[in-house]
């Protein structure tokens, strides 16, 4: 069974600074994705970032890194410049290769105070 | 082109009553996933379907719950005779292919 670990059930971090959310997963499938996604108090879920497990360089978008260890079955979000609007859940999710859903994380809470 | 399309965003029900839920994919989507969030948690998956398919249905409780998504309008899932273990938000996706899914904003569902 794959199973999707997000070990800081809260974080926080001073605007403008760097914080790195933390996530592990496992899985005995090679081919998988790996999606970071954002929940604000809206409830909407956003697409932050994802990564292919077959690519050994980690994505990037804008702001937001990933770290891919993929012998470590980690999957860290790194997010540089924090902003007053980062502040929110942040769900660390797999897609299993061959399957058509995604495991979450419980989540993590961000705090970004100015 | 709009977004995934979810209603009620609201939705209160008595105990024994029926809930349904609609989701409306983006244009062009013909996958749709629903999902389950219960206070605290991390999303779960339901269901997922395609036009007057039910590809997946290993997430969905054995009974009460059904989901369908019809050639024409909205998939829906209905909840029958729900209980108060049902209220939870309750989140559907589409994508056109498996490597990206576009969420909808939920509905919480809140069963008294």
């Known amino acids: 069974a794959q199973t999707v670990t997000q070990s800081q059930p809260e974080m926080s971090v001073q605007e403008a600074e760097t914080v790195t959310l933390s996530c592990t997963y496992d899985?005995?499938?090679?081919?998988?994705?790996l999606f970071w996604y954002k929940q604000p108090p809206s409830r909407q879920m956003i697409l932050v970032i994802r990564?292919?497990?077959?690519?050994?360089q980690n994505a990037t978008e804008n702001r937001f890194s990933v770290n891919f260890q993929k012998a470590a079955k980690s999957f860290s979000l790194k997010i540089s410049d924090s902003q007053l609007g980062d502040a929110a859940m942040y769900f660390c999710?797999?897609?299993?290769?061959?399957?058509?859903?995604?495991?979450f994380g419980k989540g993590t809470k961000l705090t970004v105070n100015p | 082109n709009a977004g995934v399309m979810q209603n009620p965003r609201h939705l209160v029900r008595r105990r024994g009553q029926e809930a349904r839920l609609r989701c409306s994919p983006m244009?062009?989507?013909?996958?749709v996933y629903w999902y389950r969030q219960l206070p605290e948690e991390g999303l779960k998956f339901m269901v997922y379907?395609?036009?007057?398919?039910?590809?997946?249905e290993s997430g969905m409780p054995k009974e009460r719950f059904s989901a369908e998504f019809p050639k024409e309008g909205p998939s829906i899932l209905r909840i029958q005779q729900v209980v108060r273990g049902d209220s939870a938000a309750y989140f559907c996706?589409?994508?056109?292919?498996?490597?990206?899914?576009?969420f909808g904003s939920g509905t919480q569902l809140s069963v008294l």
């Open positions: 244009k062009g989507h013909s996958h």
């Open positions: 899985t005995s499938e090679s081919d998988y994705y």
């Open positions: 379907l395609q036009k007057e398919n039910i590809i997946d």
């Open positions: 990564q292919e497990a077959y690519k050994q």
């Open positions: 996706a589409s994508s056109p292919s498996r490597e990206k899914l576009f």
């Open positions: 999710a797999l897609d299993q290769g061959g399957s058509e859903k995604l495991v």
